[in-house]
């Protein structure tokens, strides 16, 4: 079986500062992973996703992701923290037949200015 | 923007109810899959439907069921609602690819309440 653990809530970070959103996950093959962001009231947009090509995955506005396979992880980062990086993050792990996505809980990040 | 859209974008019922939801996936995405996401929480697996049949469900009742058209547009329905259906639905369209490996756009979703 397939899932995904988000290792934090809530993240609270100043403006400027870096970014760090933690996500292990378990799989019995080679999975893909995915981070998406949720902004209020808006839908889901994808920032970034793993599928077994380049384990350092560059995404948009600033974010990317390391697969790291021995550690079962595929965390969040970004060098410098903006206000309009405050929303909800989502890990996301594939499964390989049927296209169903698995979420994790979710990690909120707030931005301080 | 995803180029996805869904209506309503509110709507109330009430127990016993039966509701309609509606998707309209990108120009040329012939799969589309429906999550329920409950407040707090990460969206959750109803179903997939690939060129017009299911393609794969999760842990949903068969209350709950779709439909996908030719035209790229999809429906959701949930029948005799219940309290613990009121949720962000939200629909992913996507192009066939590798399995698993296919990117899932999503719309903005339905926020749905029972009373």
């Known amino acids: 079986a397939q899932s995904v653990t988000q290792l934090d809530s809530h993240v609270s970070v100043s403006e400027g500062t870096p970014v760090l959103l933690r996500c292990n996950y378990s799989?019995?093959?080679?999975?893909?992973l995915f981070w998406y962001v949720q902004h209020p009231n808006k839908g889901l947009q994808l920032l970034l996703k793993y599928t077994s090509a380049a384990t350092l995955v560059k995404g948009i506005n600033g974010f990317e992701a390391e697969f790291k396979k021995s550690e079962t992880s595929f965390h969040l980062t970004k060098p410098s923290a903006h206000m309009s990086d405050a929303a909800e993050y989502f890990c996301v792990v594939s499964r390989n037949q049927g296209g169903k996505l698995i979420f994790g809980q979710g990690t909120e990040l707030s931005v301080k200015p | 923007e995803t180029g996805v859209t869904q209506s309503p974008t509110h709507l109330i019922k009430t127990r016993g109810q039966q509701v309609t939801l509606r998707c309209s996936s990108q120009s040329g995405h012939n799969t589309v899959s429906w999550y329920q996401q409950a407040l707090g929480q990460g969206p959750q697996f109803i179903f997939q439907y690939y060129r017009e049949e299911e393609n794969g469900r999760g842990n949903f009742p068969p209350r709950f069921s779709g439909l996908q058209f030719p035209n790229y547009s999809s429906e959701l329905n949930v029948n005799a609602l219940e309290l613990d259906d009121s949720a962000l639905y939200l629909c992913a369209s996507s192009l066939p690819g590798l399995a698993g490996k296919e990117t899932q756009y999503f719309g903005p979703g339905t926020r749905l309440l029972v009373l």
């Open positions: 799989s019995s093959y080679s999975p893909s």
